[in-house]
């Protein structure tokens, strides 16, 4: 049986400005981050279970 999540509470006022402001403000990821991001996110879910 599975349950819908939560509803996210809301974000205040300028949130997702801020975020982007970090983001901006971030130096590039390097080609070795990209590469274990990348594995990372196309684990199977059983990999995933056993970490």
């Not at 599975?2 to 080609?31: C, F, K, M, N």
């Amino acid at each position: 049986m599975s349950h819908a999540p939560a509803p996210r509470p809301a974000r205040p006022p300028g949130y997702w400005e801020r975020i982007d402001r970090i983001v901006s403000q971030a130096p590039p990821l390097t080609d070795a981050q990209r590469a274990r991001l990348r594995v990372i996110f196309h684990q199977t879910d059983v990999t995933k279970e056993a970490a």
